[in-house]
């Protein structure tokens, strides 16, 4: 479980402009050992001045890893293969929103008709049962806190059985994109295990 003090270093990471997904590696003894982040649209290398920068300031003894997602796509060998958001689209004249995410080379690609917010949600979690994820969560709520574009958008899914909610935070320019970017972020632990290929 993550301390409150972790939970805030990897929300700042995350409110870095272009990161799409932060992992966090610890020693034995439960330091963090490193950090890495998937970023795209951005510069790598500037993103890694910012995002030391902050792991500086809650862990000193942490390296920083920077990927390029549009470089992660392709399939290769990797210590653990995540779920990449690799587009998203709205169309305004029906309402629909598409979301694409890729998982060891494999496509999944889902849509939903519940506007921006709730519709990019929707579609990321059809997605990641079209790459053969399981998902035992309904989505319960989809909110931005504020009412411009580019602020945070958080996610909360529930558990189908008994369990607790999951949260997730995650900000864009583009309300899908921030809707499936906190809908991947609520199931981050979850979606470390391989998706059942049927």
Same mark, same amino acid.
């Given at each position: ?8 270093? $990897? ?65 290769? $060998? ?14 305004? $004249? ?16 889902? +849509? ?16 990641? +049962? $079209? ?17 411009? +574009? ?49």
């Amino acid at each position: 479980m993550m301390s409150p003090t972790e939970e805030d270093f $990897e929300l700042e990471l995350r409110s870095l402009s272009g990161v799409l997904n932060v992992e966090i590696r610890h020693r034995d003894n439960g330091d963090v050992d490193a950090v890495t982040l998937i970023v795209t649209g951005q510069d790598p290398s500037a993103i890694r001045v910012m995002a030391t920068q902050i792991v500086n300031l809650y862990y000193t003894e942490a390296s920083v890893i920077v990927e390029d997602a549009s470089k992660a796509i392709s399939p290769r $060998e990797i210590q653990a293969v995540r779920v990449a958001l690799v587009r998203t689209d709205f169309n305004p $004249e029906n309402g629909n929103c598409e979301v694409e995410l890729s998982y060891s080379g494999r496509m999944g690609v889902g +849509r939903a008709g519940s506007g921006q917010l709730f519709g990019g949600a929707e579609a990321t979690l059809a997605a990641l +049962r $079209e790459l053969g994820y399981n998902i035992p969560f309904y989505l319960l709520t989809v909110m931005s806190v504020a009412t411009v +574009r580019g602020w945070p958008v958080i996610v909360t899914l529930r558990p189908f059985s008994e369990g607790a909610d999951m949260f997730g935070i995650a900000k864009s320019d583009d309300d899908v994109a921030a809707a499936a970017m906190a809908t991947l972020d609520a199931l981050n632990r979850f979606l470390t295990k391989a998706p059942s290929y049927q």
